[in-house]
């Protein structure tokens, strides 16, 4: 026999308000209840979406709601969801969310783009390379643009590696990276590794 579904959980507030007018359901079974207003003000995505013609009841029946509201289903989890929408939302409603982790990071830029919210993708890639962010491990930084395909980005942190060694324990920053998505090849490697002495000869 098989086993039904679990029963979704309301997220945190600000997200679960009864005036909102769309649910949007996260991988791990999440129901956040949002305003499609909001959300179309911040991702061209949702904008287009949402201005779609609705289709007639009778087709519509088959798609699922949640008390009388239409459930759209996403393949963020809900610690990348709620993120998203934090953004989305005015700072006088809910504060930015503070980002830690890089994997968290690279979570919310792929969101970002997938949902077409370009402010967000925007202060992601600022934040990656901002200075006090380079300062305190350059070379995370740089895991996370290799990830993102990001070249700019790639550049600059790059370039910040250089202060520090390439011993093993600073790959635990990077861990998360396939070789296919590290943008050096041996020679290069052997060659950052060369301009790192220069430089700590230097210093």
């Known amino acids: 026999m098989s086993q039904s579904p679990p029963t979704p959980t309301s997220a945190s507030p600000p997200f679960d308000s009864p005036k909102a007018d ?19 003000l911040s991702s061209t995505f949702f904008e287009m979406l949402f201005s779609l013609p609705q289709p007639p009841e009778e087709i519509s029946a088959d798609t699922e709601t949640m008390e009388g509201l239409p459930v759209i289903p996403v393949s ?13 939302y005015p700072c ?27 402010a967000l993708e925007e202060k992601i890639c600022k934040d990656i390379i901002h200075p006090k962010a380079l300062e305190k491990d350059s070379l995370q930084c740089f895991a996370v643009a290799c990830h993102a395909r990001l070249k700019n980005e790639i550049a600059i942190a790059a370039k910040h590696t250089l202060r ?40």
Do not use: M
């Open 22 to 40: 769309v649910i949007l359901r996260s991988s791990d079974n999440i129901d956040f209840r949002v305003f499609k207003f909001i959300l179309s």
């Open 76 to 88: 963020e989890d809900s610690k990348t969801l709620d993120a998203f929408l934090r953004f989305c």
């Open 92 to 118: 006088n409603i809910v504060a930015d969310p503070v980002l830690k982790d890089c994997l968290d990071l690279l979570k919310l830029l792929e969101a970002a783009k997938k949902y077409s919210f370009d």
């Open 164 to 203: 520090e060694p390439l011993i093993p324990a600073c790959f635990e920053n990077i861990k998360f990276l396939s070789p296919s998505e590290l943008p050096l090849s041996a020679t290069e490697f052997n060659t950052l590794d060369v301009l790192q002495q220069h430089w700590w000869g230097l210093l």
